[in-house]
């Protein structure tokens, strides 16, 4: 007897609950599609960067802009073996404005840098330069 006098409280206590599941059910879902539009927009970026890049790595001037280091500096103080698409250099009384030319220079080609040893020795510099392409 007593809950059919608190009935219609019961079916608003009810629809309070629904309501507020509701409500929890949906910012779940709101949070979900957001972080699954983040990873999305993260995705497409690293595919765009991979493609980037690998139009950089497949660029057939490569060759040309690594063989301009050895005629960066002088034939006298340079030692270069070139096999395939591998370089193996030595630098040897380089001055500082040299090593920062040659350095500028090698950081600005699209190579893989496998060795660069910079030695200092009075005011000259040694490096040994080793990169894949």
């Given at each position: 007897?007593?809950?059919?006098?608190?009935?219609?409280?019961?079916?608003?206590?009810?629809?309070?609950?629904?309501?507020?599941?509701?409500?929890?059910?949906?910012?779940?879902?709101?949070?979900?599609?957001?972080?699954?539009?983040?990873?999305?927009?993260?995705?497409?970026?690293?595919?765009?960067?991979?493609?980037?890049?690998?139009?950089?790595w497949a660029d057939k001037k490569t060759s040309k802009k690594v063989e301009k280091l050895k005629k960066l500096?002088?034939?006298?103080?340079?030692?270069?073996?070139?096999?395939?698409?591998?370089?193996?250099?030595?630098?040897?009384?380089?001055?500082?404005?040299?090593?920062?030319?040659?350095?500028?220079?090698?950081?600005?080609?699209?190579?893989?840098?496998?060795?660069?040893?910079?030695?200092?020795?009075?005011?000259?510099?040694?490096?040994?330069?080793?990169?894949?392409?």
């Open positions: 007897m007593s809950l059919k006098r608190y009935q219609n409280e019961l079916l608003v206590l009810l629809a309070f609950f629904l309501m507020f599941a509701a409500l929890l059910y949906k910012n779940g879902q709101l949070a979900s599609q957001a972080e699954t539009a983040a990873i999305e927009k993260q995705e497409v970026n690293d595919f765009k960067e991979i493609v980037i890049l690998k139009k950089i500096i002088p034939a006298s103080k340079t030692k270069w073996s070139n096999k395939s698409k591998k370089v193996t250099a030595v630098y040897e009384g380089l001055s500082s404005a040299e090593l920062n030319k040659l350095i500028s220079k090698i950081l600005s080609i699209a190579i893989e840098i496998r060795q660069l040893d910079i030695k200092k020795t009075g005011s000259s510099y040694h490096v040994e330069f080793k990169c894949k392409w």
